[in-house]
């Protein structure tokens, strides 16, 4: 059973940082030339949820213009693990952060789109106040 828990959100002030991580378990084993496309996405009150980062099984990232400059994506995959670096945070991140997972192709990208990912997390708070 494919399980994705994230860690590490939390309470911040106006311009600090934060480390998300989303430690998967139970992906089968890969077929040639395939791997986990992942991806961090966000949903606040009353707000729909957004796609905030992805990266490939290549190591390709995609981020959503609002984090560019101030998010940074990246995996382990000897440990299967997927980091979300959030610095600059901004009132305006405070949200849900929830990690997503799909099986996908080497030159394939799932990016920000919800619909493309199989498998989430329950997701980590992250609150930025000013």
């Known amino acids: 059973q494919v399980q994705l828990v994230e860690s590490g959100g939390g309470s911040v002030q106006s311009g600090g940082s934060l480390k998300l991580s989303c430690a998967t378990s139970?992906?089968?084993?890969?077929?040639?030339?395939?791997?986990?496309?992942m991806g961090w996405f966000r949903q606040a009150p009353g707000n729909e949820r957004e796609g905030v980062a992805a990266?490939?099984?290549?190591?390709?990232?995609t981020y959503a213009d609002s984090v560019k400059g101030r998010f940074t994506i990246s995996r382990d995959n000897a440990k299967n693990i997927v980091n979300l670096q959030m610095n600059s945070l901004k009132p305006e991140d405070t949200a849900m952060y929830y990690c997503a997972a799909t099986r996908c192709a080497r030159h394939y990208s799932a990016g920000l789109l919800g619909v493309n990912y199989d498998h989430w997390g329950q997701g980590t708070q992250v609150t930025v106040s000013s």
């Open positions: 990266i490939d099984v290549v190591g390709r990232t």
């Open positions: 139970g992906f089968p084993s890969q077929f040639p030339n395939t791997g986990t496309c």
